[in-house]
Structures are given as structure tokens and as C-alpha cells.
């Protein structure tokens, strides 16, 4: 027996210890400590059994033995504080046993054994009471555990109590020794089922509690809040219950507002949601996790400070987690400190775990109501039909958003009210006998009203219509509801005689169109045959009705027109033109004679009937316009063509021009500048200083004037220059007209900005005519600038590019901006700037032969910027 119950603390040890290397905690380190107090002799004498062993070893194998009380007591801290004093306590106990133990060993006198049985049993016996007080307060698995803690505790100072009294008595220490090893073996069960209970042992005590739970979970067949609340209160009372709390509540976490509010609480709330931010509570919903916090220095601030407001030293939090995230967290807060957080947390996520799965149920059934609600009401709403419902007294219990759009009355203004308000007054009478006959009937379903009779109804304007109507009945219980399907039927007879009014109209249009309309059937026999038809052909409709279309036609074509007939019959297409282009269509009057025809058919498919119908246009009147028209096009052709060459003649008198201005025109001007040079060179002496100064402005005008017939004649030929497109390198250009203009005026700081890589399809030669002008237009104006700028670059607004050509010179007035392009417009004076007033007018010229478009903007000493496009033309 001694043996079984060696074997059985040894087993403890090594179980305790596979528990704490599968969980470390400090809980399990103590139990751990414990139980190994109690292995290391036990294992000592049994190798002592088998091998001899050193004394010191001997003695040594017992020290830890004596410690055995002061790692229980490490054990009940963490149910309920313990003084100072006691610890001081336990603690010299334990040395002073150790000290006489290696003092006396092997021989330890009485009254030592007696000092050491009394630690023992003082030490082991406060440990009972604590955890007999905590198993009274606790509830759950808790309890279960802390009763086995407390008998084993309870039991094992049992033993060295009689342990003591076998030395004072000695007769009975037989005995003694026997019952002994019962209670040791008691004890050492008991330590077992409390402190490493088996699985399946602490399952059961969980299912337990959660059977319990379960019990108390409500039927969630209804979806009213006071089902939910029922189960968070349920929730909060068993985990309560199970580990032994003080507060149990439920917070849920506000993502919108970021803030906490409690779902449900088992006791006042006593402590500032606020401080849940910072705490435990706040890590379990972002990890939806559960997790216990003890009452230590270790702790978080706003932990310990939740736990002082609740008056606990340890609570634990669950996430209730569901489909659609963490509905709330279970918060349960001990007066004491759990020994066994483990096994509180595991039941307290299976009680968590169901909850949520209940929740989910009726948030669940919740959805589904309001689903199959909503998709009622919406369909009910959908109907055209008008549905009103009325109970047993015919007072209306259901109106649908068609009973409103039809009667012009709104649902909450009618339920309660019988039907009579919709009723016309002389009908009211018999309609309660036929309600009241159909409600006591067998039927379930009947049509309203009499066919000799059409049925009607009054709106709210009292205006009476025409409807439709059935009637149901459904019997619930001894409740009978009537349901009436109402048909606004006021468009249906309007349209039924709009279709009447429309054939009438349709019959009197064909009539009075001014194309004939031939109508054959399957056998091309003529069943249409208008007034038009009537009017060209010259036949009555009485004569042609059930005639061939033969009638009608030229002999030469008659068989080629049965056939086309045929196919058009037989083939996919519903409409289509007649005759071929080359071939004009022609038909035959009653007179015989032959006329001209533009013509069409259609096809129409009643069932099996096919009916063809012609539409023929006499284009006698078109034939003759058309040829009119040819005749005046062949006149007209012949007109251009004397025109050209009259425009061929008028280019050589204007190009015999030009050579006339060019040599007859410059001749004298080189005479007028050659002999007033010579004047000024051999006259100088005698000439005084105004006679010098007027032959200087005989000889500048003379060379304006040339200039101005150069340019002239530039500008003329212009307009007879054809196109050569080529791809141009805009940049290169105005990079090599800028070089240009500096070479011939180095002392002016100029500064060109040319965005690189721009090109474009044109002219080279007419488009650097036209840039060059440009660009030394802007190094003109600008020559007053002490440090010029002159930009060259491209813009482009919806796929359109336009370039443009800045400088911040003299600028203009917007208002003088009409007269820019003109020939010899000029907005400065010679004097000021130099110029004969064609380079605008010559930059515009050829932009327009480009299709291009050519503008410009400024403002008076501000500068200008020229903009112009070179239309879209294409080199590839």
C-alpha cells in the first residue's frame, strides 16, 4: 500500500511536469515544484531499495520534503492574499526544519520531529481552509477542483498529524501506519483529480456546466430583442457561475463612434468604459483571443485599475466571435485569483462558443424574415394589379402601392375603412351580398362582376372607371380574410379604341398617300388597291381586287417579275427595294401607255398567310427633272471650262505682270538710287547739309520701294506655288533661323527657347518663309529689351497642335489686332521699327494654303505670341 501510494506522487510529478511543458505558467510551476517536494524522497528510497546510496544523498533527497508546505502556500497566493507574517511564517519554518534535519540526520530527536510535524500541519492546514473557502465561493469546474485540492491538502497534513501521534503513542503506531497509507493514498488522489485532472475528467465537469447552459439557452424561433437579451443574460449568469465571478458583463466595441458600450451586465455596471481602450479586453477583440489578467505590479495600468473599480484581483475576456466578426466580449472579474485560468478559460469559450452560434441563429432567422418580408412586400408592391384584404366585417386590412396609385388614396388613410368608399354608391348594396355569399360559400377563388355588365370602381376624386376583378378567400382558424385583385382596365378600352379610331385613320391614310399601295397575296391575286393606285394606273379598285399584277406590267418583264415575287416570298427579308440599278423599273397604264416607276415591297406573315404589299411611286415628273438636270450640268461643265480657260489667260497677263514690275518697275528705282548716290558722292562740297539729307531720303525711299515690290511680288506668288509636303523638323528650323538672326546682330542678348523634337507635315520652303517672318518679327519688336526672351514651341487642347511663337517685346492693343495680317498695316512707324508690313500678311497667306489657321495675342509692352496650325496633312 505504502508503494501504490509512492508510485502515485511520482506519476503526479511527471504529469504535473508534461503540463507545465505544454502550458508554462506560473501556476503550473508551482504545482510542479510541489509535487516534485514530495517525488524526489519517495524516488530517493525506492533507488535507496535497490542500490545503497551515500547518507548525505539520503539527506540531501529529504531537504526538498521540507519545503513541500511553503510551495503549497505559493499555490493558495494565488486564490487569497496571505500576510506577511504567515509567510515570514512558513518560510523560517522551512529553514529551521532544513537546519535540524542536517543537524540530527539520520537521528532527528522527538521534539525536532514534532517542531517539523507541526510546520506541516499548520502550513498544509491553512492551505485546506483557503481552498475549502474558495471551492464555497466558486461554482463550475473551479469548485469541482478546489474541493479535491482542499481534501488532498486537508488530507495530507491528516497524515502527518497521525504521523505525530504514532510518536506519542507508540502502541497504536501499527495501526496508525495502516490508516496512514490509506489517507496518504486519499490524498495523493486527490491532489491528482484537482491539480493535472485528466481530459476527459475536466471535460466532463465542463460539459456539465455547459449542458446547463444549454438548457437555459431560449428556442430561438422568434426574433424579438428580448430573445437576444435573454441570451446574453444566460451568458453572463453561467460564466458567472462556472468560474466563480464577481461581474460577468458583455462590452461590444462601436467601430463608428470608436467607443465601448455594454450589452449586458449581471451586476450594476462599477467601472469606466474608457479604460477598456488600454486594457487586455481591447487585445481580445483584435486577436479574438481569449485571455486572463491577474491582479500583479506587471500589469497593465488600466487593468489594475478596471480591477480596483470591481473590487477583483483577476478577470478573464472572451471574444464572442461570430460569421460576421467579434459581436461583444464576455468579461468576467474574480474576487480571487484563479488557480486553474486554463480550465476557466476553456469553459468560458465553450459557453462563448455556443452563445454565438445562437446569436448567429437569430440573426439568422432575422434576415430571413425580413428577406422573405421584404420580398413579399415587394412583390405585393410590384403587382399592377391593385390587392386589398378585409376581414370578416369587410373592413380593409391590406393596400398595396397599386390600390394607391389606382384609387388615389394612401394605405394608412384606408386600413380600418370598409370598402365602400371605392365603390360607386348605387353598387354598394350588392356588392356586401356578394361578399358575404362568398365568404360563407365553399369557394376559395371567383371572378367579380357579369359579363352583360362592366365592372367599375371610384377613385379618390370620385371619378368612376372601368376594372377587372377576383376574389380569394383564406381561412385561418376562425379568422376568414377575403383578398380582391383589382385591373384598372381604363387604358385597355381607351387603347381598344384608339386601335378602332387608328384603323379608321390608317384606312383614310393610305387612301390619301400619294404612292400606290398594291397589296397580292400567295397567289399574287391583288386584295389592296388604293385611291393612288387608282389615280396612276387608271383602273378602279373594283377592277383590280382578285386580278393579277400582270395587269400592270410590261410584257417584256412578267415572267422575270413572277420569279422575284417568288423568291421575296420564300426568302428571310421583310422589305426591300425593287429593280436593279442599271435597269429602270417601268409599268403599264390602262391606256397601255409605258411610265417610269420607282417601287418597293413588304412582307407581313399572319399564321401561314403571307401578304406582299408593293408600294409604287410615278417618278414621270423625277425622270424629266433629272434629265433637265443633266442637260443644265453639261451647260454648266462647259462654262467652267471656259472660265479655266480664261482664268489660264488671266495668270499669264498677271505672270507678264509681275516680270513687268520686276525689271520695267526697278529700273527707274535703281536709276533714282544710283544717280542720287552719285549726287551725294560728287556733289558733297556743294551740296549744303539739307541738300545731303534730302538725296539720303530720296535714296531710302527709292529702296523701300523696292523692297515693297519684292515683297509684293513674294506675296503673289504665293497663291500659284504648289504644295510639296514633306516631313518637316521644326525645331532644327527655327534653331537655324535664330542663328541666323544672331550672327547678324551680335550685340543684342537675345535668348531663344525652341522646344526640341517637334515636327510636322508641309512646305519646307513656305513654312520657313513663314517662321522665319515670325521669328524675326519677335527679335523686331523685342529690340528694346535689354535682355530678350523669344520662345518656339507646340501646344496641343482635344488633338489639335498649335504652335506658337512668344517674345516679350513692345506688344499691341487686342484692339489693333485685325489689322495684323493686312498688307502694309502697320501699328509703329518706320522710324520706330523698320519693315514694309507684308511679313504678316505672307505668314498668313501660307498658313491658309496649308489649311491651317494663323492668330495672335497681346498687350501693350507685355510682348505677343503668334499661334498658328498647319492644318492636317499627311506624308505617308
Not at 416607276?597 to 425622270?623: N, P
Request: proline share 3%; glycine share 6%; net charge negative.
Amino acid at each position: 500500500m505504502a508503494l501504490i501510494s509512492q508510485l502515485i506522487f511520482i506519476l503526479l510529478c511527471f504529469s504535473s511536469i508534461v503540463d507545465y511543458v505544454r502550458f508554462r505558467d506560473e501556476v503550473r510551476l508551482n504545482i510542479v515544484l510541489m509535487f516534485a517536494t514530495l517525488a524526489i524522497p519517495i524516488l530517493a528510497s525506492l533507488i535507496g531499495r535497490l542500490i545503497p546510496l551515500p547518507q548525505w544523498i539520503e539527506i540531501a533527497a529529504i531537504l526538498p520534503l521540507l519545503a513541500q508546505p511553503y510551495v503549497l502556500l505559493r499555490l493558495v497566493r494565488h486564490i487569497q492574499p496571505i500576510s506577511r507574517l504567515f509567510q515570514r511564517f512558513a518560510l523560517a519554518s522551512m529553514v529551521l526544519s532544513a537546519v535540524a534535519y542536517v543537524l540530527f540526520a539520520p537521528t532527528l530527536p522527538d521534539y525536532a520531529i514534532i517542531g517539523i510535524i507541526s510546520y506541516f500541519v499548520a502550513v498544509d492546514g491553512y492551505a485546506t481552509l483557503v481552498f475549502v473557502r474558495g471551492a464555497m465561493v466558486s461554482t463550475g469546474v473551479a469548485k469541482q477542483r478546489l474541493r479535491f485540492a482542499a481534501l488532498g491538502s486537508g488530507m495530507f497534513a491528516l497524515v502527518l498529524a497521525l504521523a505525530g501521534g504514532s510518536l506519542l503513542i507508540p502502541s497504536l503506531r501499527n495501526l496508525i501506519t495502516i490508516f496512514i497509507q490509506v489517507v496518504l493514498i486519499i490524498s495523493a488522489l486527490s491532489f491528482y483529480i484537482s491539480f493535472v485532472p485528466p481530459g476527459w475528467l475536466r471535460r466532463t465537469w465542463q460539459y456539465k456546466e455547459l449542458q446547463s447552459f444549454l438548457v437555459s439557452i431560449p428556442v430561438a424561433t422568434e426574433t424579438e430583442p428580448e430573445k437576444v437579451t435573454e441570451a446574453l443574460r444566460n451568458l453572463s449568469q453561467a460564466a458567472k457561475r462556472s468560474v466563480g465571478g464577481k461581474l460577468a458583463t458583455i462590452v461590444q466595441y462601436d467601430a463608428k463612434l470608436r467607443k465601448w458600450k455594454t450589452m449586458y451586465s449581471s451586476e450594476p455596471m462599477a467601472f469606466d468604459l474608457t479604460l477598456l481602450h488600454d486594457s487586455q479586453i481591447q487585445k481580445a477583440l483584435q486577436t479574438k483571443r481569449a485571455s486572463s489578467v491577474r491582479y500583479i505590479k506587471t500589469s497593465g495600468h488600466a487593468d489594475r485599475q478596471l480591477m480596483d473599480q470591481v473590487g477583483a484581483k483577476m478577470y478573464m475576456s472572451v471574444p464572442i466571435v461570430t460569421a460576421n466578426g467579434v459581436l461583444g466580449i464576455l468579461v468576467v472579474f474574480l474576487e480571487y485569483a484563479s488557480i486553474f485560468p486554463k480550465d476557466d478559460l476553456e469553459i468560458l469559450s465553450l459557453l462563448t462558443q455556443q452563445s454565438a452560434i445562437f446569436l448567429e441563429n437569430i440573426q439568422l432567422i432575422e434576415k430571413l424574415q425580413a428577406h422573405a418580408e421584404t420580398r413579399f412586400s415587394r412583390v405585393l408592391d410590384t403587382i399592377a394589379e391593385a390587392v386589398i384584404s378585409i376581414d370578416a366585417s369587410q373592413k380593409i386590412i391590406l393596400f398595396n402601392q397599386s390600390a394607391e396609385r389606382i384609387f388615389g388614396y394612401k394605405a394608412e388613410n384606408m386600413l380600418g375603412q370598409t370598402l365602400d368608399v371605392l365603390l360607386p354608391a348605387p353598387l354598394i348594396g350588392r356588392h356586401h351580398r356578394f361578399i358575404q355569399d362568398f365568404a360563407e360559400g365553399a369557394d376559395i377563388y371567383r371572378g367579380m362582376g357579369e359579363r352583360s355588365r362592366q365592372l367599375v370602381a371610384k377613385r379618390s376624386n370620385g371619378q368612376v372607371f372601368p376594372i377587372e376583378a377576383s376574389i380569394s378567400k383564406l381561412t385561418e382558424g376562425d379568422q376568414v380574410i377575403l383578398t380582391v385583385f383589382i385591373q384598372d382596365v381604363t387604358e385597355r378600352i381607351e387603347a381598344e379604341e384608339a386601335r378602332m379610331t387608328a384603323e379608321t385613320r390608317f384606312a383614310r391614310v393610305l387612301e390619301a398617300t400619294a404612292e400606290a399601295v398594291i397589296s397580292i397575296d400567295a397567289l399574287q391575286q391583288i386584295i389592296l388597291f388604293n385611291h393612288s393606285a387608282e389615280r396612276i394606273f387608271g383602273y378602279s379598285a373594283e377592277e383590280m381586287l382578285g386580278q393579277q399584277l400582270d395587269r400592270l406590267l410590261p410584257p417584256s418583264v412578267i415572267g422575270r417579275h413572277h420569279r422575284y415575287i417568288q423568291d421575296f416570298a420564300e426568302g428571310a427579308d421583310i422589305s426591300r427595294g425593287m429593280g436593279e440599278r442599271r435597269t429602270e423599273l417601268s409599268a403599264k397604264r390602262k391606256d397601255g401607255t409605258i411610265f417610269p416607276i420607282d417601287a418597293s415591297i413588304s412582307k407581313l406573315t399572319e399564321g401561314d398567310q403571307i401578304i406582299l404589299t408593293v408600294f409604287i411611286r410615278d417618278i414621270t415628273e423625277q425622270k424629266q427633272a433629272e434629265d433637265a438636270m443633266m442637260r443644265m450640268n453639261e451647260e454648266l461643265e462647259q462654262r467652267v471650262e471656259e472660265r479655266t480657260l480664261q482664268l489660264q489667260a488671266a495668270n499669264k497677263e498677271l505672270e507678264a505682270f509681275s516680270y513687268s514690275v520686276s525689271h520695267d518697275l526697278r529700273a527707274p528705282l535703281r536709276a533714282v538710287d544710283g544717280f542720287s548716290l552719285a549726287l551725294l558722292e560728287d556733289y558733297q562740297d556743294t551740296l549744303d547739309e539739307e541738300g545731303q539729307e534730302f538725296l539720303g531720303l530720296i535714296r531710302t525711299e527709292s529702296q523701300r520701294m523696292g523692297q515693297l515690290i519684292d515683297d509684293l511680288l513674294a506675296l503673289s506668288r504665293l497663291t500659284r506655288t504648289k504644295l510639296n509636303y514633306q516631313e518637316v523638323e521644326m525645331s532644327a528650323m527655327a534653331e537655324e533661323i535664330a542663328s541666323e538672326l544672331i550672327r547678324a546682330n551680335e550685340n543684342r542678348n537675345v535668348e531663344f527657347i525652341i522646344e526640341p523634337n517637334l515636327r510636322d507635315c508641309a512646305d519646307v520652303n513656305l513654312v520657313r518663309i513663314a517662321l522665319y517672318n515670325l521669328l524675326q518679327n519677335a527679335w523686331k519688336y523685342s529690340s528694346k529689351q535689354e535682355n530678350a526672351t523669344i520662345e518656339f514651341g507646340l501646344q496641343g487642347d482635344n488633338g489639335t497642335r498649335e504652335y506658337f511663337v512668344k517674345d516679350d517685346g513692345v506688344g499691341f492693343k487686342m484692339d489693333y489686332v485685325h489689322k495684323l495680317f493686312g498688307a502694309f498695316q502697320r501699328l509703329h512707324s518706320v522710324s520706330e521699327y523698320e519693315g514694309t508690313g507684308i511679313g504678316l500678311a505672307t505668314v498668313q497667306r501660307i498658313i491658309h494654303q496649308h489649311g491651317g489657321s494663323v492668330r495672335a495675342e497681346g498687350a501693350l509692352n507685355e510682348g505677343a505670341t503668334f499661334y498658328f496650325t498647319l492644318g492636317s496633312n499627311n506624308c505617308t
